[in-house]
Nanobody, 115 residues
Framework: QVQLVESGGGLVQAGGSLRLSCAAFGSFFGFNVMGWYRQAPGKQRELVATIASGGTINYADSVKGRFTISRDIAKTTLEMNSLKPEDTALYYC???????????WGQGTQVTVSS
């Protein structure tokens, strides 16, 4: 069993920056993908960015050029710059272990961007 613990988030003005971190506790092996998803009120959860254990990175078009994802084995960080009010959402950390089809979620951390 793996537990994901998130930190960071908060309230920031438009144009500001925030950093989210997520640490995975527990053992896991094989090819995996860590990433961030977000869900705004009344909307579906959507992908923000992912980074695979092999290094492949994927960003949602809406955050390209503003957000940067990185990882260090069992920890991932999301640097968010030039934040916009539409970035306001509950951000969730995710770990997918492809070989075992296991999928883990963090508890979510709130990001609020004021205009």
């Amino acid at each position: 069993q793996v537990q994901l613990v998130e930190s960071g988030g908060g309230l920031v003005q438009a144009g500001g920056s925030l950093r989210l971190s997520c640490a995975a506790f527990g053992s896991f092996f094989g090819f995996n993908v860590m990433g961030w998803y977000r869900q705004a009120p009344g909307k579906q959860r959507e992908l923000v960015a992912t980074i695979a254990s092999g290094g492949t990175i994927n960003y949602a078009d809406s955050v390209k050029g503003r957000f940067t994802i990185s990882r260090d084995i069992a920890k991932t960080t999301l640097e968010m710059n030039s934040l916009k009010p539409e970035d306001t959402a509950l951000y969730y950390c995710n770990l997918q272990i492809l070989a075992s089809t296991q999928n883990y979620w963090g508890q979510g951390t709130q990001v609020t961007v004021s205009s």
